[in-house]
């Protein structure tokens, strides 16, 4: 299982940023997508999530300014992020949610490098 996260930069408050995650090495049809974040000193957070089956879900945070989307044809997640903020600096991680092959019931973390993204003017 590869996660390769690339597009992260520096912008001025206001800008936009666009993230891409390139899956490989699994079925990523099957698997439950999602972007999180680092900010220093602070826990992981989620940004937003898109599962193989169902609805996008975005922190209250990001709301209305980012987007999540996934090309399966390309294994590949984007984040779209438009009118950053200072508060939205941090180290952006890709996750991938597999299911077990043991327990179909169970699905299994893996996360890409990271990509930084400072938002500052």
């Known amino acids: 299982v590869q996660l390769q996260a690339s597009g992260g930069g520096s912008v001025q408050p206001g800008g936009s940023l666009r993230l891409s995650c390139a899956a490989y090495?699994?079925?990523?049809?099957?698997?439950?997508m999602g972007w999180y974040r680092q900010a220093p000193g602070k826990q992981r957070e989620l940004v937003a999530k898109f599962p193989s089956f169902g609805r996008t879900t975005y922190s209250l945070s990001v709301k209305g300014r980012f987007s999540i989307s996934r090309v399966n044809a390309e294994n590949t997640v984007y984040l779209q992020m438009n009118s950053l903020k200072p508060e939205d600096t941090g180290v952006y991680y890709c996750n991938a949610g597999l299911r077990r092959a043991t327990d179909f019931t169970v699905f299994d973390d893996y996360w890409g490098q990271g990509t930084q993204v400072t938002v500052s003017s």
């Open positions: 090495g699994f079925d990523f049809s099957d698997a439950n």
